[in-house]
């Protein structure tokens, strides 16, 4: 494919607008096409990415401003969630646009990029592990909730999800090489390290899944059995759910590389590969990070009235908010 920021004459008919005069060449022609395909990729990608970022961040203010959400360990768990969704976001929407392009970074810059969003996509599975632990036991065992779950041990669950993901970063830091533009997969590992980061991916979503579907199946015995609260029972039913089709998403944008080289093997075609592309990042990618404002923005009934104050720009009312439960 013609790259119209390689070459000094290229750059200067691609910033005046090229193919439009008299005296265009096919040539030109063809690298305003490509030019504008640029744009409206990025404009398909970056208008989704835009939206979330101001709910999602609309979020995290509502969860650290009031102490209604700040004290509660379920909120906690929640901004933890948030917080990781939206910094890769952010940074995905970076190095796409970045590659869109033709952007080249040093590689201390592109290893901090890509060190960052493997971070934060192993945050996803753990918080879901021990948000559906948390429903779990409400539901579950409902008079001992306000003892196990805390806002002590909350915090130092927080605390060893960060450290153990870190961890996991860190032991892969000896094998990075550079290549190509900057993305997460363009940081090869070494062989070890490639077969390492499978068997740990594998066994981090096995074990989430096996969790909520534990979580499930307990808060279904509940439910049958009539002990306890139906209705939070079928409130909690749902949302462990989301969390286990919201881990399948997770894992689905964390194996994107591999659709990705079946596809190439079997498509010749660049400008498909190109579409196909972006379809996979907006859906498997994009999407699966803004469904935890969607799923908690928009069920929760704490949070939805103050985030819709917000989002609405209407002055904050004095509200009587629920107690976490």
């Not at 077969?195 to 074990?207: A, H, P, S, W």
Request: aromatic share 12%.
């Amino acid at each position: 494919r013609p790259h119209c920021l390689n070459h000094s004459r290229q750059r200067s008919s691609c910033v005046f607008g090229f193919g439009k005069g008299k005296n265009s060449t096919p040539l030109d022609t063809l690298l305003w096409y490509l030019f504008m395909e640029r744009i409206l990729f990025s404009m398909m990608t970056s208008s989704p990415c835009c939206v979330f970022f101001i709910i999602n961040s609309t979020i995290l203010f509502l969860l650290r401003s009031k102490p209604v959400f700040s004290q509660c360990p379920r909120y906690v768990l929640l901004f933890n969630l948030v917080l990781a969704d939206t910094v890769l976001i952010a940074q995905g929407q970076a190095l796409y646009l970045l590659a869109m392009f033709d952007v080249w970074i040093s590689y201390p810059l592109c290893g901090c990029f890509a060190m960052v969003s493997q971070l934060t996509n192993q945050i996803s599975p753990y918080v879901l592990i021990f948000m559906s632990l948390e429903r779990c036991v409400a539901v579950c065992f409902p008079f001992r909730h306000c003892t196990l779950v805390t806002l002590r041990n909350t915090f130092i669950i927080v605390f060893l999800i960060w450290t153990v993901a870190s961890f996991n970063v860190l032991t892969q830091l000896p094998d990075l090489q550079m290549r190509v533009f900057c993305s997460t997969f363009s940081m090869h590992l070494g062989p070890k390290s490639y077969e390492y980061d499978t068997i740990y991916t594998y066994v981090l979503f096995t074990l989430s899944a096996l969790v909520i579907s534990c979580s499930f199946v307990g808060v279904m015995v509940v439910a049958c059995l009539a002990s306890g609260d139906r209705a939070q029972a079928e409130k909690t039913r749902y949302t462990l759910l989301l969390h286990l089709f919201q881990l399948g998403l997770n894992l689905l944008s964390m194996m994107q590389v591999h659709f990705f080289v079946a596809v190439a093997q079997c498509c010749r075609s660049k400008r498909l590969l190109d579409v196909v592309y972006v379809c996979v990042y907006v859906c498997v990618v994009l999407m699966p990070r803004c469904l935890s404002a969607l799923t908690y923005g928009l069920r929760d009934p704490t949070l939805r009235p103050a985030l819709g104050t917000h989002l609405c720009c209407r002055l904050p009312k004095y509200r009587h908010y629920s107690v976490c439960v």
